[in-house]
Structures are given as C-alpha cells and as structure tokens.
C-alpha cells in the first residue's frame, strides 16, 4: 500500500523467517508499498506540532527493520538487457497467459527515467530520532484534513469498520501519510517507474552490495509482470497509471502484486478501483491490514509503557508480538495502561524530545507495520489516527 527508503510495497504474505527481506515499499514513496498497501469525531484538534499543507507530499519514511538474508540463491552475472526483456516477455506471457505480442507492444511505450534512477540511488537518509521524525506526519494541518476527510466518507467508513473491524481514523490516517488524503498519488507513470527498476535498478558498485540490488530488481521485474497480471484482470490500460516512483498506486498505495492479492470490490460494481472508487480503497486498506497483517477487532494498537532503572533496552529483530508480559516485565517494561490478560506484545523504544519513550506493541502495532516495515511509521500512522479521533497525544 508503501522503501527509508522504506517503500510501502505490499507484496504477497511471507512466512516470519523472509517477510523481513523486503522492505515494504512507502506509498509516500513517495511510498508506498499496496496494498501496500500501503491504507481510516471529530473534536479540536491536539495542539501538537508546526502545521503543514495537507496537500503536501507525505516525506519519505525512515528506519525500517533490518533485512534477512533470503535462502534462495540469484545469479549476481550481469545479463545484457536484451536478454533480461525477452526472458521478461516470454515468460510473463507464459505466467500469466498473456499474449507476447501485447506485452511487447506495452513495453514499447515504456520509457527509462533517470529521474527514478535517482531517486532509488540517492544515499540513506541518517535514521531521525522520533523528535524529529513525528513531526514530519502528525501536523495541525495534517490531524484537520484527516477530521474532514472521515467527515466527507463517514458512512463508506463506518461500513467497511463494521465489516472488518478496522477504525475508520487508522484507515484515513495510512491515507493521510501516503498521500495526503488523496492530494499527491504520484505522478509517474507506473509502467515507466517498475521498466527502470526492473531493468536499470541502480548500481553502487560496492560488492557487498550487489546481492541486494540483483535482488531488487528481480522484485521489481516481478511487480512489471504483476501489472500486466492486473491490467487483464481489472481491463486496465497499464500504459495510463500514474504512481510513486516505485510504482506504488492510489490512495493507499498499493504494489502491483498486492494490488492483485489484497484490493477488493468496495462498492459492488465488479471492479477493484484503488485510484477512484474511495470504496474499493477503504475497504482495500483493512483488507489489507486483516489478511496480511492480522487485525484484531477492538484490539490495542500501542501503549506507554516504563523500562525499569538498571534494565537495558530489548529490540527484537522485527516487530512480531510474541513476547508475553510476564517476559517483558522480567526485562523491566512494564505497561502504563491497562492490558488484556493474555495479550503478547513487542518493545517499542524511540528517542524523544525528552529523552526515551517506551512503548508496547500489540498485534494491531503489527499490521501497521506490515504496510510499511517501520516502527516509527507505524507509531506516526498510529498516533494520527488517535489525533484524528479526538483523543489527545503525548510529547514528541
């Protein structure tokens, strides 16, 4: 729905061991990972940060959780692009029982851009503390025109919470930090984005690198395939869509494939229409959050928790809820809110304003983070769904 660079990619559902190799491509992108996929009163507003236009374009996010080495070797031999395209076509055309002819013709209005090529080589972002990071997302601006957004669709809203379980101010929130509800989807053509990366995935040259950036490409490659798959599908002109520039789609924005996997039929026309139809794409957001990350109705998202003196910091390697309060409280977090017997939850610890903020994670936390593999961003979409709401946020 979603790259940071984080991309907000929302791929097919992974098994633990290698969901965390890709990291979710941000919508913002913008991602924006869509699905994925990336992707939800209306009290004064919190008085919380320095405003900026809703209709800015969201910043990219940052801090993602490290990649696992994937099992499955790649060939790092460089194959000439001539080569790559045909195996593309011949192959996309077997997959997906398309016609070459079609694919080829595509392919031919395609264009490379350096402008993308650019934009994935640019050099990481340093890792912004929350202090700073918070105030990028959750602004005056920012928590008022998600209060007016759920105004405008409060009854398509209510619908798809009712059905799914998922709050109608976390939906209009991964909408606001995508694309500000609407106002910046992304304005290059998807199949120019996915052809450059898919075949001109930028090199550093540094070969400790390399694995990675084969890699890469070889998953965008497969989201170029995927858009074609979702062109037949949906009777798209793949040629026409515009996205982030990794090809990231819509008000959530969504990857090709999880585009294909997540996306649903809001509003019973027959068609999945994540551009135009706030329908589809509300109800594309919690689908997404409930098959591929696990949305529990009426469950906790995050709270406020205390690190006892003398207990070091616990960061697990990925954001999973598998750690009970027992386990917890023998490593010194203990909540500052009531929690659900049974409940298990993972440690969240960011750098504040004032120092350290502890906080814990539940399955809820979770999903957010399946939209984009951040725990800062999952925390920023959060706390805006709670401003959003009404409810009043603590210090950055």
């Not at 402008?115 to 994935?120: C, L, P």
Request: overall charge neutral; charged content about 20%.
């Amino acid at each position: 729905m979603a790259l940071l660079l984080v991309i907000h990619l929302k791929p097919v559902t992974l098994r633990p061991m290698i969901r965390r190799a890709l990291i979710c491509l941000t919508s913002s992108c913008l991602v924006a990972c869509a699905s994925q996929a990336q992707p939800p009163t209306l009290p004064p507003a919190a008085s919380v940060l320095p405003s900026r236009p809703a209709s800015a374009p969201a910043p990219v996010p940052a801090e993602a959780a490290p990649e696992a080495a994937q099992a499955t070797p790649v060939n790092l031999a460089p194959v000439p692009f001539e080569t790559a395209r045909a195996n593309f076509v011949r192959d996309t055309a077997a997959r997906y029982g398309l016609d070459p002819a079609m694919i080829e013709a595509t392919l031919a209005q395609a264009q490379f851009k350096d402008a993308i090529v650019a934009a994935m080589s640019r050099p990481a972002e340093r890792v912004k503390p929350w202090s700073e990071y918070r105030p990028m997302f959750i602004t005056a601006a920012r928590i008022q025109g998600g209060r007016e957004f759920l105004a405008r669709h409060r009854d398509e809203l209510a619908r798809v919470e009712a059905s799914t379980g998922v709050p109608a101010q976390v939906i209009v929130a991964i909408i606001g930090v995508e694309t500000s509800y609407g106002a910046n989807t992304g304005k290059y053509r998807v199949l120019d984005a996915l052809y450059t990366l898919a075949f001109r995935y930028p090199r550093s040259g540094d070969p400790a690198k390399l694995e990675r950036e084969v890699r890469r490409e070889l998953f965008f490659r497969d989201e170029l395939a995927q858009l074609f798959a979702l062109g037949k599908e949906e009777q798209l002109d793949v040629a026409t869509l515009t996205g982030s520039y990794a090809g990231a789609m819509g008000l959530g924005q969504f990857m090709p494939s999880s585009y294909r996997q997540f996306a649903v039929d809001g509003n019973g026309d027959g068609h999945r229409d994540l551009f135009n139809s706030f329908d589809d794409a509300f109800a594309s957001i919690a689908n997404y959050f409930v098959k591929k990350g696990g949305w529990v109705r009426g469950g906790q998202v995050a709270i406020p928790a205390t690190l006892a003196p003398g207990n070091e910091e616990f960061n697990p390697t990925d954001w999973t809820p598998s750690w009970t309060l027992a386990e917890l409280s023998r490593r010194g977090y203990h909540p500052a809110a009531p929690v659900v017997d049974g409940t298990t939850a993972t440690p969240i610890n960011l750098i504040g304003s004032s120092g350290k903020q502890y906080w814990l994670g539940f399955q809820n936390y979770y999903a957010i983070t399946r939209y984009n593999n951040s725990k800062m961003y999952a925390m920023a979409v959060f706390q805006l769904s709670e401003a959003i709401a009404g409810k009043e946020l603590p210090p950055a």
